[in-house]
Nanobody, 124 residues
Framework: QVQLVESGGGLVQAGGSLRLSCAAS????????VGWFRQAPGKEREFVAA????????FYADSVKGRFTISRDYAKNTVYLQMNSLTPEDTAVYYC?????????????????WGQGTQVTVSS
């Protein structure tokens, strides 16, 4: 069993940065891949980024490539999403999710555990 708690969301001006954290409990978390997804008002939840269990493989949506960076700290059982050059289009609730196979995926249905989400609002 894995429990995930997101933090770090907030209100930021366009062009600014935020770092989201996904803190996990559970002894086997280091063997899970972790993904970040987001859901804007009136839209479906979409993939943002993912990292494999080893941290070697990372995946990004085209819309965030070059601006967002996903990383993980095994000692802290935490996965981060560094978000730079934010735009109003990045406004959404951001969710982290854990996937037991460890490979990482862009597909929501591949993920086994989800956090409650953290709100990110980017003002113009």
């Amino acid at each position: 069993q894995v429990q995930l708690v997101e933090s770090g969301g907030g209100l930021v001006q366009a062009g600014g940065s935020l770092r989201l954290s996904c803190a996990a409990s559970g002894r086997s978390f280091s063997s899970y891949a972790v993904g970040w997804f987001r859901q804007a008002p009136g839209k479906e939840r979409e993939f943002v980024a993912a990292i494999s269990w080893s941290g070697v493989s990372t995946f990004y949506a085209d819309s965030v490539k070059g601006r967002f960076t996903i990383s993980r700290d095994y000692a802290k059982n935490t996965v981060y999403l560094q978000m730079n050059s934010l735009t109003p289009e990045d406004t959404a609730v951001y969710y982290c999710a854990a996937e037991w196979s460890g490979h990482g995926s862009r597909w929501q249905n591949d993920y086994n555990y989800w956090g409650q989400g953290t709100q990110v609002t980017v003002s113009s």
